[in-house]
């Protein structure tokens, strides 16, 4: 097993542009999280899935914001008409629920940079 | 409306010396209580829990310390490690929504040899 892992690393970006980001979650997991992390502050929760089921959205994820996860498997985030202000850290985390729901595991993220 | 507070962004300390960590939350409905590590490059990774029905909960060097009444927890680590050197992060969240985690702002601790 070799983790979360999530795709590019890094990704700079022209205002207006649209990115996708991608996550492969551990294997086994169900559930798929996506957060974002902007300097100076802990991650925000943004939305999750079951399967492929989204469960739960956060009101920062505005409509230029979307997240897929079309087998259950891996998940796109895609932001549209990026703005400045959507430069962060993207992370993604997975669990399997029967583990102990606080054991995110955790990608080491996208940093995403809008220019 | 920060729900989680880490008020000290930085903190160092003396190797073989105890780190406290101090961490404070506003929202009565948190129940859960979580401490995430994170190194440089990495993503988070979880540390140590506790729930509301207790004031302590140990693991090895790590302990966390629940004050409902305060609305308070801390981490303590005794004896502190360079390796422990790392951004270290409090997260809360509530029986309604386990699933939706509140981060706080974290603390960036340094453990000097």
């Known amino acids: 097993d070799t983790g979360v892992s999530q795709d590019p690393r890094h990704k700079i970006t022209k205002r207006g542009q649209n990115v996708t980001f991608r996550c492969d979650p551990i294997?086994?997991?169900?559930?798929l999280y996506w957060y974002r992390q902007t300097l100076g502050q802990g991650p925000e929760f943004l939305t999750y899935f079951q399967n492929e089921a989204q469960l739960e959205k956060s009101r920062l994820l505005s409509d230029r914001f979307s997240a897929e996860r079309p087998k259950g498997s891996f998940s796109t985030l895609e932001i549209q008409r990026t703005e400045q202000g959507d430069s962060a850290m993207y992370l993604c985390?997975?669990?399997?629920?029967?583990?102990?729901?606080?054991?995110?595991?955790f990608g080491p993220g996208t940093r995403l940079l809008v220019l | 409306d920060q729900q989680v507070k880490q008020n000290s962004p930085s903190l160092s300390v003396q190797e073989g010396r105890i780190s406290i960590l101090n961490c404070d939350y506003t929202n009565s409905m948190f129940d859960y209580f979580l401490w995430y590590k994170k190194y440089p490059a990495e993503g988070p990774t979880f540390l140590i829990s506790i729930s509301s029905i207790k004031d302590k909960n140990e693991d090895g060097r790590f302990t966390v310390f629940l004050n409902k009444s305060a609305k308070h927890l801390s981490l303590h680590i005794v004896p502190s490690q360079p390796g422990d050197s790392a951004v270290y992060f409090c997260?809360?969240?509530?029986?309604?929504?386990?699933?939706?985690?509140?981060f706080g702002p974290g603390t960036s601790l340094s453990v000097i040899p």
């Open positions: 997260a809360a969240s509530a029986r309604t929504s386990y699933d939706k985690v509140i």
């Open positions: 294997s086994e997991h169900n559930r």
């Open positions: 985390a997975s669990n399997q629920p029967g583990q102990g729901w606080e054991t995110q595991y």
